[in-house]
Nanobody, 123 residues
Framework: VQLQASGGGLVQTGGSLRLSCAAS????????MGWFRQAPGKEREFLAAISWSGVITYYSDSVKGRFTVSRDNAKNTMYLQMNSLKPEDTAVYSCAARNSGSAYVRAEGYVYWGQGTLVTVSS
């Protein structure tokens, strides 16, 4: 499956952005999906995961209550709604897919990765 993240940009502290991850190539609804980010000089960080149906979601403590992951299987797209953005949220955001329908929080559980989209939060 091919993945493409989009929707990044420059936003002020406290602002919002919605990222999209468009999938193609295989049956999107077969795959659990996840969002990750990587800031300069830092390791990749798990943010959110969603099961194939969208019923089960997981979040990292750093984004819980501010970010919401969702998916539309009819549109082969996953979303990440990001609210109350902070300068420390600045990073390249990437989406990933598993060869399983079960949500998972670790990067090593994901097989397919898309190119990231840059989010910059100004103070």
């Amino acid at each position: 499956v091919q993945l493409q993240a989009s929707g990044g940009g420059l936003v002020q502290t406290g602002g919002s952005l919605r990222l999209s991850c468009a999938a193609s190539g295989r049956t999107f609804s077969n795959y659990a999906m996840g969002w990750f980010r990587q800031a300069p000089g830092k390791e990749r960080e798990f943010l959110a995961a969603i099961s194939w149906s969208g019923v089960i979601t997981y979040y990292s403590d750093s984004v819980k209550g501010r970010f919401t992951v969702s998916r539309d299987n009819a549109k082969n797209t996953m979303y990440l709604q990001m609210n109350s953005l902070k300068p420390e949220d600045t990073a390249v955001y990437s989406c990933a897919a598993r060869n399983s329908g079960s949500a998972y929080v670790r990067a090593e559980g994901y097989v397919y990765w898309g190119q990231g989209t840059l989010v910059t939060v100004s103070s």
